[in-house]
C-alpha cells in the first residue's frame, strides 16, 4: 500500500492559529448549514444595524490604515479602494440588506424527476462549507463576504492583506458580535490571525479544512493562490476590460460610454484599460474622445494613429505612444490604451490576444456587429452599447458579490448567492435495490 504524508496543513495534531481558526469555522459551518432562511436573515439585519451604528469606530480604524499607505507612497487608487468614509459604511449596511432580500439558495431544487423504476431523485442546493477568501486592500470585500457566505450557510475565513488589518479587525468584530447576538455562531465569520504570508500559506494549505478558496486582488495574488494552493480555488481575473467602438456608431453615445466605462471608477477591475475604434470613424470620432479623457485627466496610451490623430486635433498633451506592455495592463488608474482596428474580427482578435476574460464593450448600431461580437468574444460578459462598469453583483441584481469569477468551471462572471453552493443528489426510494422491485 502507497503511504501518503501529511502535511503540517492538514496534521489535525499540529498546534497552529490559522488551523485553529479553520477547525473552528468547520464546526460552524456544520452549525449553519441546516438553519432555515429566518435566522440566518436575521442574523444580517443584525449586521446591517451594528455597521451603522458602530460606524465612528470603523472609520477610526480604517483612517489609521490610509495614513499608513500614504506614509509607504501607496498609490492613490489603491488608497481609494482603502478608504472607509461614514457613507461607504452605510452603503455596505445597505448591501447586507440587499443580501437579506435576496431568495436563500439552499435547498433550492435544480432538477429532479421519478425515474422509471420508481425512485424520486433530487438535486438540491447545499452550502460549499468553509470558505476562505484571501483578498487585497478593500474592506468592504470582508463585509459582502461574510454577508453572502452567511445567507449561503457557510463559514468564511477572511485573509485581508496587512495594509487593511485595522479596518478588517474591526468590521470582523461588529460582524461577530452581531452574528452571535442574533443566536449564530461567531466562529462563522472570522479574521485569519497573522499578517504574514505564512498565514496565507498555511490557509492555502488547509485541505480537509477548507472546502474552497476565492482569491480577490491583482494578478499576482491570484496567480499565487491558484498555483501554490492546495484547496480548490474558485479563480477571479483581472479586469483588462475593453470598449470596442465600431463603424457606424452613434458618436456620443460611444463618447458616454467610454467616459463612463474608464473615468467613472478607474481603480475597479470592470473600468476599460483598452479603447479600440473601427477606422471608418476614427477621424471622425477620435478628436472629441482623447479631448474628453484628457478633460477627464486620463492619459492615453495610444498606437501611432492614435497619436497622429492627438497631434492633428492639437490633443496631445496627455497621449503617449504606447509600449507593447499597454495591451496587457490593468491599470487601475487614469489611464489607457487605445488602438485603431481596420475591422470588427480585428477588434477581436486583438481582445482575445491581450484580454484578462472579464469584460469587454461593443458599441455600434449594427445587430449583426453586435451578434457577431458577442459570439466571437469569448469573456464573461459582453456589452452590447452599454458600460463595462455593469459587470458587478449588485448591478446585475445579485446582491453583493464574492468577487467576479473569470475561470469556465463551477462559477462564472459576477458570483452571487447561487455560486456560493454546491449540490447534493437526494435519491428517495421505497425498498428499492439496484437490479431489483420493490417487494419481490
Not at 257 to 269: E, F, G, Y
Not at 396 to 421: C, D, N, V, W, Y
Request: charged share 20%.
Amino acid at each position: 500500500m502507497t503511504s501518503v504524508s501529511t502535511s503540517p496543513a492538514t496534521d489535525r495534531t499540529a498546534p497552529s492559529p490559522v488551523l485553529e481558526c479553520a477547525r473552528r469555522a468547520r464546526g460552524a459551518a456544520e452549525a449553519l448549514a441546516p438553519l432555515p432562511r429566518a435566522a440566518k436573515d436575521a442574523a444580517l439585519l443584525a449586521v446591517a444595524d451594528a455597521l451603522e451604528s458602530r460606524a465612528a469606530e470603523i472609520v477610526e480604524a480604517n483612517a489609521g490604515d490610509v495614513a499608513r499607505a500614504r506614509e509607504t507612497g501607496t498609490s492613490e487608487s489603491v488608497v481609494d479602494r482603502l478608504t472607509l468614509t461614514p457613507e461607504r459604511v452605510r452603503a455596505m449596511a445597505s448591501d447586507v440588506r440587499d443580501v437579506v432580500a435576496l431568495p436563500d439558495p439552499v435547498g433550492e431544487v435544480v432538477r429532479g424527476s421519478t425515474l422509471p423504476n420508481g425512485i424520486d431523485l433530487r438535486q438540491v442546493r447545499v452550502p460549499l462549507g468553509v470558505v476562505g477568501i484571501v483578498y487585497e486592500a478593500r474592506p468592504n470585500v470582508t463585509v459582502d463576504a461574510a454577508a453572502l457566505c452567511v445567507k449561503s450557510g457557510n463559514a468564511v475565513l477572511l485573509r485581508g492583506s496587512s495594509s487593511a488589518y485595522a479596518s478588517n479587525r474591526a468590521l470582523v468584530a461588529v460582524v461577530r458580535d452581531a452574528v452571535a447576538g442574533a443566536g449564530l455562531p461567531a466562529d462563522a465569520v472570522q479574521l485569519v490571525p497573522g499578517e504574514s504570508r505564512d498565514s496565507v500559506r498555511e490557509l492555502m494549505r488547509a485541505r480537509g479544512l477548507v472546502d474552497v478558496l476565492i482569491p480577490r486582488g491583482g494578478a499576482s495574488l491570484i496567480r499565487t493562490v491558484v498555483e501554490e494552493s492546495t484547496v480548490p480555488v474558485i479563480e477571479t481575473g483581472t479586469g483588462n476590460c475593453h470598449v470596442y467602438v465600431d463603424a457606424g456608431a452613434d458618436l456620443r453615445m460611444a463618447l458616454d460610454i467610454l467616459l463612463n466605462s474608464k473615468a467613472q471608477r478607474p481603480s475597479v477591475c470592470n473600468a476599460a484599460e483598452t479603447l479600440l475604434v473601427h477606422e471608418d470613424i476614427a477621424a471622425e470620432f477620435l478628436p472629441p474622445a482623447l479631448a474628453a479623457l484628457a478633460g477627464a485627466g486620463v492619459t492615453v496610451h495610444g498606437d501611432e494613429r492614435v497619436v497622429a490623430a492627438a497631434e492633428a486635433a492639437g490633443t496631445s498633451a496627455r497621449v503617449v505612444p504606447a509600449t507593447a506592455e499597454d495591451w496587457e495592463t490593468e491599470y487601475l488608474s487614469y489611464d489607457i490604451a487605445a488602438a485603431v482596428v481596420p475591422s470588427l474580427d480585428a477588434a477581436v482578435a486583438h481582445i482575445r490576444e491581450w484580454s484578462s476574460g472579464h469584460t469587454e464593450a461593443i458599441v455600434t448600431s449594427s445587430q449583426s456587429s453586435a451578434r457577431r461580437f458577442t459570439q466571437l468574444v469569448d469573456s464573461t460578459t459582453v456589452a452590447v452599447n452599454a458600460s463595462t462598469r455593469f459587470t458587478d453583483g449588485s448591478e446585475f441584481g445579485f446582491g453583493a458579490e464574492i468577487g467576479i469569477s473569470t475561470q469556465k468551471l463551477h462559477a462564472r462572471g459576477p458570483m452571487g448567492l447561487p455560486e456560493m453552493t454546491s449540490t447534493k443528489y437526494v435519491v428517495t426510494g421505497d425498498g428499492h435495490v439496484r437490479g431489483g422491485v420493490p417487494g419481490s
